[in-house]
C-alpha cells in the first residue's frame, strides 16, 4: 500500500497550505488506519514527528514548535488525513511526509517515533521563503 501527499508548494512566511495524505488510488484496500501521522526533515536535519491523529477517537499529538499554528484532522470514510498548516515560517521549510499505522494508534509517548507507523508516503516539499 502507497500513502500519496500532496499539497505542498511554496509559500511566503505568514502563509497558510493544506497537505493531504491519501491511499494512492493503485492501492486497492479495505484496511482502516489505527493513525495518521506527519513528519518533515529539513536539510541536513533528522526526521522530525509533526503532528499526529487517531482515527478512532481523535486524539490529537503535536511537537512544541507548531502548536497554534498547525491543525491535524481527517476523514475517516475516506481514509484521509490533513495537515492544515498556518503562519508558516522559514524554519517549516522541509519535505513532509505522511504516515499510517495499521495495528494500533500509537500513545502520547510513541506518536512521533518513526517504527510505530506501517506505511509512508514520498514526501512533499514545503518551502517558506520571502
Known amino acids: 500500500l502507497q500513502l500519496v501527499e500532496s499539497g505542498g508548494g511554496l509559500v511566503h512566511p505568514g502563509g497558510s497550505l493544506r497537505l493531504s495524505c491519501a491511499p494512492s488510488a493503485a492501492s486497492t484496500t479495505t484496511l482502516r488506519f489505527f493513525a495518521i501521522g506527519w513528519f518533515r526533515q529539513a536539510p541536513g536535519k533528522e526526521r522530525e514527528g509533526v503532528a499526529s491523529?487517531?482515527?478512532?477517537?481523535?486524539?490529537?499529538h503535536y511537537t512544541d514548535s507548531v502548536k497554534g499554528r498547525f491543525i491535524i484532522s481527517r476523514d475517516n470514510a475516506k481514509n484521509i488525513g490533513y495537515l492544515q498548516m498556518n503562519n508558516l515560517k522559514p524554519e517549516d521549510t522541509a519535505v513532509y511526509y505522511c504516515a499510517a499505522a495499521e495495528y494500533f494508534a500509537p500513545d502520547a509517548d510513541t506518536w512521533d517515533v518513526e517504527d510505530e507507523y506501517d506505511y509512508w508516503g514520498q514526501g512533499t516539499q514545503v518551502t517558506v521563503s520571502s
Open positions: 491523529i487517531s482515527m478512532s477517537d481523535g486524539t490529537i
